[in-house]
């Protein structure tokens, strides 16, 4: 009898340190560890929520029935600030719940869960023609603070140069 078996495994551990720490095996981590593909948190990669977004609309208007457009600009903006603790799951369901909820052809705050629409700074974002470009604003304006205005430090955590960073300050009026 032969068997071939695949195993494919997932953690949100660091399983280096679980090794020092004793609480995961070294020789498993070798069996396991042939691949390893590390991604980063929702809230380090904002700029893909709006294609997860988008990809989670036409899946469950698939699954429910439903032709909903998308999500108004509001909407998007609550989805842009959260920091996603639950990452992409916890993003789909949010989707999913606000499926649930809407009875139009586009996902209103209001349809949201709660905890999105509670959130701090909620009630400063405004409905308007450019979710992507108030999306990005708000990034730029964040990270700028993460790093208390250490525009290298900045442009490298967003993955940019430092001209595309000063071109989008001066965009924006960040400077």
């Known amino acids: 009898l032969c068997v071939d078996v695949r195993i494919i495994a997932a953690t949100n551990r660091?399983?280096?340190r679980a090794i020092q720490g004793g609480s995961f095996r070294r020789d498993l981590?070798?069996?396991l560890n042939v691949v390893s593909v590390l991604l980063p948190n929702l809230v380090d990669r904002i700029e893909d929520i709006p294609l997860l977004v988008d990809h989670f609309v036409q899946t469950f208007n698939v699954k429910t029935?439903?032709?909903i457009k998308g999500l108004s600009p509001r909407a998007l903006g609550l989805l842009m600030r959260y920091t996603w603790p639950g990452?992409?799951?916890e993003l789909e369901h949010a989707i999913e719940y606000a499926f649930i909820r809407t009875e139009g052809e586009i996902i209103m705050p209001e349809d949201l869960p709660e905890i999105l629409r509670n959130q701090r700074g909620?009630?400063?974002i405004s409905d308007t023609d450019h979710p992507?470009?108030?999306s990005?604003?708000?990034v730029l304006a964040a990270t700028l603070q993460?790093?208390?205005g250490n525009k290298g430090m900045a442009a490298e955590r967003l993955g940019i140069s430092r001209t595309t960073l000063w071109r989008k300050l001066r965009k924006y009026g960040l400077s």
């Open 87 to 89: 990452n992409v799951r």
């Open 14 to 16: 660091d399983l280096e």
């Open 132 to 134: 992507l470009q108030e």
């Open 65 to 67: 029935g439903k032709a």
């Open 146 to 148: 993460q790093v208390n």
């Open 136 to 138: 990005e604003r708000s």
């Open 29 to 31: 981590y070798y069996r």
């Open 122 to 124: 909620a009630d400063s």
